[in-house]
């Protein structure tokens, strides 16, 4: 149980362009989904919080313009890197609530080129 | 405000010998504990939590962990390392109530030697 999804896996695009990541609970409803960065060899950095149905909250520092964040339903969660440079090139983790407890994506991995 | 500390930024052990990845943390009521683990280029595995009741968690993989209340601390532990346990640990806490963000440690490598 608990399976959190992440699409795509990888993905390689130009500057300027826009990519969309999709979070995906598989088999629990999440009120409250999560975004997070990863650096190389780093922690992980909160992004923003989604919860279904309302805007998300972004943390200090994260552009809202530019990472746009849908939470559409209690499964689906998606964020939309818009006019991407090659300083958003990271590892991009979702996680979603249930039961007390942060299930974790397997990640996406932008390259911007 | 709450926080967590991972003293060690990597952690050697020999295959066989037990070992322990060590998390202290801060809040202000009761905490929430967990511990994640992380593969090269994966997400973050849910391992084990802490939640209330036994001060001993046993998690996946033969993992478990010890919340020490007065030490403020939540060492994760395995009497007997595998070469396949090498991977990233995160530790993480949150407070009692109501709907907080978790906060996550830096995270200590593992690394365990044939």
């Known amino acids: 149980g608990a399976v959190v999804s992440q699409h795509p896996s990888r993905v390689i695009c130009k500057s300027g362009t826009s990519v969309k990541i999709e979070c995906r609970s598989l088999?629990?409803?999440?009120?409250?989904m999560f975004w997070y960065r990863q650096f190389p060899k780093k922690s992980l950095m909160l992004m923003a919080t989604s919860n279904e149905g309302s805007k998300a909250t972004y943390e200090q520092g994260v552009e809202k313009d530019k990472f746009l964040i849908n939470h559409a339903s209690l499964t689906l969660s998606t964020l939309t890197v818009t006019s991407a440079h090659p300083e958003d090139s990271s590892f991009y983790i979702c996680?979603?609530?249930?039961?007390?407890?942060?299930?974790f994506g397997p990640g996406t991995r932008l390259t911007v080129l | 405000a709450q926080s967590v500390a991972q003293p060690e930024d990597q952690v050697n052990v020999a295959e066989g010998n037990p070992l322990t990845v060590k998390c202290t943390y801060s809040v202000s009521g009761n905490p929430y504990l967990f511990w994640y683990v992380q593969y090269p280029n994966r997400g973050l595995q849910f391992l084990l939590k802490?939640?209330?009741?036994?001060?001993l968690v046993k998690g996946s993989y033969g993992f478990e962990a010890e919340f020490n209340k007065s030490q403020t601390s939540f060492h994760l532990k395995k009497p007997s390392a595998l070469v396949s346990d090498s991977a990233l640990y995160f530790c993480a806490v949150r407070e009692e109530g109501g709907y907080q963000k978790v906060t996550f440690g830096t995270g200590t490598k593992l690394q365990v030697i044939p």
């Open positions: 996680s979603a609530m249930g039961s007390d407890t942060q299930y």
């Open positions: 802490y939640i209330t009741g036994d001060n």
């Open positions: 088999d629990f409803q999440a009120t409250t």
